[in-house]
Each structure stands twice: as structure tokens, then as C-alpha cells.
């Protein structure tokens, strides 16, 4: 995963937060959780069958490291995760072309409306980071200033305390559920973004894009946040997992994964298995929200 850990005091931070909530899980799996069954996805071994995910380009790295230690539990399963976007993910699991969808988003009504049978799962929860070239001397925004420059209002730095320089804004493409996300939390509805946005596919693209393009602005997963750019704190709360956990910083999303009808067999195994602590404690270490906050 493109994860890279913050320096300085966030760093430390984050770093303490992971180990407490490790340290939760790892306690509620001794205590008995939810049951030995469902926090390891059934008896070690029992299981078998081949599993397949497509979607979501942010839930498929944690994804990817669920199904290794999975797989290290069931050798007789086998998960294959591929991207796509999140609407290719409801799309997939709608009409069972893969066995399940990844999507960094909710549910629209539209997409329960053209496949009534699509079972949700969240498994974690995300954060939405807004990120700046990292000469940019701007670390707090409102919510209205953030909407202003992602709607096209607001299109240079000296009106929000910056520089006299234009704001050049990198989005994700449509379809992509952390774009969707996006523009429901900050954006609102009837607020489009704007027509001169630099998009690009992915995560990465978005960090690498801002890294390397003066006076830029974006968003992306917390999980990809790194030092090559300046994050911007929401109305005094930093994008952190602790502002998102207890409720300071606005933009947190689901991560969900959904399936045509209940899951059945290995892929109900798996998912059992990633809402227990021991696939929750991946979910935290890989830089997200446990499911329940």
C-alpha cells in the first residue's frame, strides 16, 4: 500500500493511535469479541473456495493485505482483488460478474433502486485529506473556503491568506468513490466541482500530481497522506485518525464492500473474518477507522 507514515508530532500521534487501537482489538479478541468464529472467519483451515473483488482503488490495498491474512489462516481459499472504481464495484457485485464490490463510498439510491439485492458491509472508515503543495503557507480552511476552491469560487491563494498565486485543483475522475464521497461531504448538493480541475485515477496520481505542481490542491485517503505534501486542518481540526474518530474533522467516508444477496461460504467466512479484531487490527495498522467508531 501507498501508505506513508506523517513525521514530526502527527507522526507520533498516529503512531499511538494505532498502537492503542491494536492493543483494543487484540484485548476484545482475548475477551472472546464476538466469538471465536467470527473473528477468524471460521475454524483455521476449513474453508475453501476462490473469491473474487474488484473496485474501489482505496479499499483495495487494505483489501489486499485482508486476504493475505485470510489466506494464511484458509490455504484452501483464494481472494483476487483488482481495481476498477467504486461504481465498476456496485456494478460487478449488482450483476455477479465478481463475487464482491469495493466501494470508498455509500450506496446511492439509484444503485439500491437498479440492484435491490446488494447486501452492504462497511469494514472500516476513512478520512478524506485535503492536501497542498507543501510551499503553500496554508494549513487551515473552512469548509466554505475548501468549497469555494474545489467549486471554482475561489481561484487564488491570496483570498484564503495565501499567496498572490492561482490555485490549480487535481481531483479524482468520475466514478471514483473517493471523488464521490468528496463532493457529498465538502461540495454538497448542486455544487460541482470545477470544469479546470487536473483529474487523475488514483490515489497516488493525486499525491504525486500535488507533490510536483506548484499552487496545486487535491484530496485523497488518509491512508496515502505522506511529507511530500501540506496537509490542511478543517475548521481547526487536522486530518487526522483521531479528529476523524472523535468527530473534529468532517470529511470520514465508509469503506464497504457489498454482495448480490447475503454472503455465503468463503466469501461470508472472509468477511467474518475482517469485522473480527483480528481483520479489524489490519484495518487500523493499514492507516484506517475501525468500522465502529
Known sequence: ???????????????LYVAVMVSSLILLASCGGTGEGAARGGEAGSVEGAVSVVG?????????R?????????????????GGGSSVGVTSAGQGSADIGAV??????GELELYPSLVIYTIARDGI???????IPVGDLSLEQVRGIFSGSI???????????????????????TRGAFEELVLGEGVLMTGTAILQPSNGAILNTVSSTPGSIGYLSFGYVGS???????????PTPENAANGTYPVVRPLNLVTKGEATGAVQSWIDF???PDGQAVVVEEGYLPAAL
Open 155 to 177: 481561484a487564488n491563494w491570496d483570498e484564503v491568506g495565501g499567496p498572490d498565486s492561482p490555485i490549480v485543483v487535481i481531483s479524482r475522475e468520475e466514478g471514483s468513490g
Open 104 to 109: 470508498s463510498r455509500g450506496i446511492s439510491q
Open 274 to 276: 475482517i469485522l473480527g
Open 1 to 15: 500500500m501507498n501508505t506513508r507514515p506523517g513525521s514530526g508530532m502527527e507522526g507520533m500521534m498516529r503512531n
Open 228 to 238: 511530500s505534501v501540506r496537509t490542511i486542518a478543517i475548521g481547526g481540526a487536522a
Open 56 to 64: 474501489s482503488t482505496t479499499v483495495q490495498p487494505v483489501a489486499e
Open 66 to 82: 485482508l486476504a493475505e491474512a485470510y489466506e494464511a489462516l484458509h490455504p484452501g481459499v483464494t481472494i483476487t482483488v483488482q
Open 129 to 135: 485529506a485535503i492536501v497542498a503543495d507543501a510551499d
